[in-house]
């Protein structure tokens, strides 16, 4: 059994920063990409930002305000978001591709935790 854990959403005003946390635990032999999705009412679920390996990806409307990066160790993954604007408003979702200690692999998906920018 396997769990995504995320931490860190608020409410923060215009030109601010958060930092998302995503923990796993559980039985953990591996874990591949990981990732961060988010959700505003109204959209589709959109990837933010994803890290395999050493390589990162970003959507562009975060591109140079987000960053993503991982810790193997502490199986997480976190998500810095500097200058965050009303449109960053959203849920946000964490993905972490696991193989299980019975090497079994599927995605698993964070509880989701709410991002609000406002003044």
């Known amino acids: 059994q396997v769990q995504l854990v995320e931490s860190g959403g608020g409410l923060v005003q215009p030109g601010g920063s958060l930092r998302l946390s995503c923990a796993a635990s559980g039985s953990i032999f591996r874990t591949n990409d990981m990732g961060w999705y988010r959700q505003a009412p109204g959209k589709q679920r959109e990837l933010v930002a994803s890290i395999s390996g050493g390589s990162t990806r970003y959507a562009d409307s975060v591109k140079g305000r987000f960053t993503i990066s991982r810790d193997n160790a502490k199986n997480t993954v976190y998500l810095q978001m500097n200058s965050l604007q009303p449109e960053d408003t959203a849920v946000y979702y964490c993905?972490?591709?696991?193989?299980?200690?019975?090497?079994?692999?599927?995605?698993?998906w964070g509880q989701g935790t709410q991002v609000t920018v406002s003044s």
């Open positions: 993905n972490q591709g696991i193989w299980d200690r019975t090497m079994h692999f599927r995605d698993y």
